[in-house]
């Protein structure tokens, strides 16, 4: 992506040597130095240090909140977001779903965490916005490849360390190490206290949790139609209510709460007021319908998908997922049994194969799972969700898991179109 820049020598800048000739210089990041000789064969108008382009991108004009952890990234930041919003801030956000500026989406989806340049463009968008408040997903890929190089995080926020991206970092070890590295600097941070897999440096460090100590501590929580508590903070003890379900939402809200009060400065009270005012993240244990009841959620960790179905499982659950292909295959036969264990039935199916073969993806799930005699098996997506809808009885719930608010369906490169949501309203003729 060129980028144009007035009033310098140079007319455009990319960090990508391929688009570089003598009206464009080659910004040089950590992730693209092995591509300077080709920059230069193509003629690059001049190479140029990612620091040194980042006054021009007015990076330092903001306040960028970091969030990185296995789960959660998305609802804490959307939470943080509207928070902030409706305190009356300017902000961006930027992750999984796309770039969103003061209530408006501004771009689609692309990565969880763009490339530098392109987080740049989207910083010096906001800035020139007159937003105060940067929010960004930082997914451990973007860690290891330095996609986060050059910014100056206000605060970064820890939500957990389970298991995923195994086919990327290899090991456990590996992907805790690179979640915790974020936090290796004596920058502000806002930590997980209930997550044991924590590791950060202590300076600046600031704490929330439900079990443990923290400087934001959940002291009660109600989770009947929807969730209330009371979080403590020193002396201070502030009520809240919230329209989100489950216990791990709870965190996510936690997280938020605290982040919006250490960069805000408000008084936890006046937050506390607007928590209520998040509606929760498209696609997140979004209720599709009411009756007959179907919840459609992007748990796509063992762990997501535990919390999800712990959190629903006062009811008999029918439980319709896969799991992605060229993706963590590891999580498969956990994904397999954690389902197994909260479920009534489970319908075993694709999501997005990319270019593995879904019937292995599914072997793989299968492997995790003893007592085949509850699942179901069926490729194709439709039909899986049909089986389960036509299988459900009164007071069960629909649990399909994985796509959230995805709209393909990919299988090799191609993308067909697909929405979890779109297709259950079709067959229940709610539309
Ligand atoms: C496995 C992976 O993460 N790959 C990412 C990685 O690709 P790569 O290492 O092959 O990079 P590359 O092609 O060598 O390019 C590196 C740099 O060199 C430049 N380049 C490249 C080629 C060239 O000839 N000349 C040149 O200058 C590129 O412009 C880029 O700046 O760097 C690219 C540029 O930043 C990313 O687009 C690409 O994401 C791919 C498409 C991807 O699918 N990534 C997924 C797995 C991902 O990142 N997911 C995370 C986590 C999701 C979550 O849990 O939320 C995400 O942040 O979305
Ligand atoms: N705090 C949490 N702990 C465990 N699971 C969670 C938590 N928050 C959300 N989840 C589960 O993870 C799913 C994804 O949530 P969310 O999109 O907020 O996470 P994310 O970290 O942004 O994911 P991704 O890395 O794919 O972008 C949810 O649909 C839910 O099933
Ligand atoms: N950010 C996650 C999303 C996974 C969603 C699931 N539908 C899949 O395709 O595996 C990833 O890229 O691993
Ligand atoms: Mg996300």
Redesign the pocket.
């Known amino acids: 992506m060129k980028i144009e820049l007035p009033n310098q020598a140079y007319k455009y800048v990319t960090e990508n040597s391929k688009e570089c000739d003598g009206e464009t210089a080659f910004i040089l990041t950590t992730q693209n130095e092995k591509y300077l000789q080709n920059a230069k064969d193509n003629s690059a108008h001049s190479i140029i240090k990612v620091d040194a382009v980042a006054d021009l991108f007015q990076i330092d004009k903001i306040k960028i909140i970091g969030i990185t ?9 959307s939470a943080i977001y509207s928070f902030l919003l409706d305190l009356g801030y300017k902000c961006a956000m930027q ?2 779903r796309g770039l969103f500026m003061n209530d408006e989406v501004v771009e689609g989806k692309t990565l ?1 965490t763009p490339s530098v340049l392109n987080t740049y463009k989207h910083i010096y968008q906001a800035v020139e916005a007159g937003c105060e408040f940067f929010i960004m ?1 930082v ?1 451990s890929h973007a860690i290891v490849q330095k996609r986060v190089e050059g910014l100056n995080f206000e605060l970064k926020i820890l ?2 360390i ?1 298991q ?1 991206h195994l086919d990327y970092h290899k090991t456990l070890e590996d992907y805790i190490y690179v979640k915790n590295s974020f936090f290796a600097d004596e920058g502000k941070k806002l930590i997980n206290k209930d997550e044991p897999r924590a590791k950060f440096n202590f300076k600046n460090a600031y704490t929330y949790g439900i079990e443990n100590p923290s400087t934001y501590r959940l002291m009660a929580y109600s989770l009947n139609d929807a969730s209330s508590g009371l979080i403590q903070y020193f002396q201070e003890i502030v009520p809240f209510t919230a329209s989100l379900h489950g216990f ?2 709870l ?2 809200l936690m997280a938020a709460i605290g982040a919006v009060h250490l960069v805000t400065g408000k008084k936890l009270e006046e937050i506390a007021d607007v928590v209520d005012n998040f509606a929760g ?1 498209s ?3 979004e209720q599709v319908c009411a009756a007959p009841n179907v919840i459609v ?5 063992p ?3 535990q ?2 179905l712990n959190a629903l499982k006062e009811k008999e659950l029918l439980v319709v997922f896969g799991a992605g292909g060229d993706r963590d295959g590891l999580k498969r036969p956990m994904m397999g049994r954690v389902a197994a264990s909260l479920a009534k039935k489970v319908y075993l199916t694709s999501d997005n194969p990319r270019h593995e073969d879904p019937e292995l993806i599914i072997e793989d799930i299968l492997s995790g799972i003893d007592d085949r005699s509850i699942v179901t098996v069926e490729l194709n997506r439709k039909k899986a969700i049909e089986m389960a809808l036509d299988a459900q009885e009164e007071d069960e719930v629909v649990v399909i ?1 994985g796509k ?1 608010d995805e709209s393909h369906q990919i299988i090799y490169d191609e993308k067909f179109p697909f929405d979890d949501r779109d297709i259950v309203r079709e067959l229940l003729n709610l539309k």
């Open positions: 952890g296995t789960n959660g990234k998305t609802t804490t930041a992750g999984t969880t997903e997914s939500t957990n389970t995923d791990f939402n965190y996510n993240v696609g997140r244990m959620d992007f748990a796509h960790t762990d997501g998908m919390q999800v898991l959230g």
